[in-house]
């Protein structure tokens, strides 16, 4: 990988990674695409470290406030109804079904779950369930309504995107439109959400860096530089634009892209 694939990448993964469009599914696409070798699992793990430094700074008021509060609540009861208190179990335990099932199916998530055509399907499958949410969900609820079962289900929700082509953010936002939740609270909530699952993935797959099967230190970096600068830029404006708008420009992009990987496949243009 040379600096400039590794900066087209940073790109596409400060674009997509927040965006309900797939980061992992664009880091496979764009480089068979291009004719370039597959990133492979550890180099889109560590870049979103990029990304998710953008989350942490972006958000750094509500991450600091959520901690200081939760831990306080661990030792004073009045605390534990706060809804910063609550916000701080329920990440911490809406992480556990991406942790559990990221370590039982790693060889498949690394193998198998990097097939085009499954993540063409995905892509066009999730887009329309994330339409379907947006148009159906009742979209009422606020971050303040968030309760232990709900923080639990988009949790859940959030295991989806360990094939490439769900996107975390898309299937998050999705689950939690299927709650009820407005789409800027779906889209905040699925931010914070994922900062726990996202640094511990990156820091696994840190040790494959520069490593012989592993993708090579200088580019790695470059790419997680790139990705933050971008992240950073595609949160504040998906907040803003969820906010006022519906998904259905995702949606019609997702069923798209889709579409247009699976002609690629079957004409035989691309190879998966």
Known sequence: MDVIQ???????????????????????????????????????????????????????????????????????????????????????????????????FKDAIEGPARNLWLNA?????????????????????????????DGLIVGAWQMLPLIPGASRSGSTMTGAMFLGYTREAAARYSFLLSIPAVILSGLFELRHVGDGGGPPVAPT??????????????????????????TIIFVAYRVFAGAFLLTLLALGVVQS
């Open 121 to 149: 399907a995905m892509l066009i499958v999730f887009g329309l369930l994330l339409l379907v949410a947006d148009q159906w969900g009742r979209k009422k609820k606020e971050i303040a309504d968030l309760g232990m079962r």
């Open 221 to 246: 970096l470059i790419a997680t530089v790139v990705s933050f600068v971008v992240g950073y830029a595609s949160i504040a404006w998906l907040l803003r634009y969820v906010a006022r708008h519906s």
């Open 6 to 104: 590794a900066i087209v990448l940073g790109l596409v993964q400060g674009l997509t990674e927040f965006l309900p469009i797939s980061s992992s599914a664009h880091l496979l696409i764009v480089p068979k695409l291009a004719g370039w070798g597959d990133p492979g699992a550890a180099f889109t793990a560590v870049i979103q470290l990029g990304t998710m430094l953008a989350v942490l700074i972006y958000f750094w008021r509500d991450i600091v406030r959520i901690t200081w509060t939760w831990l306080r609540s661990l030792w004073t009861p009045e605390l534990r109804g706060d809804l910063d208190a609550r916000m701080g179990w329920y990440i911490g335990l809406g992480t556990i079904p991406i942790g559990v099932a990221g370590l039982l």
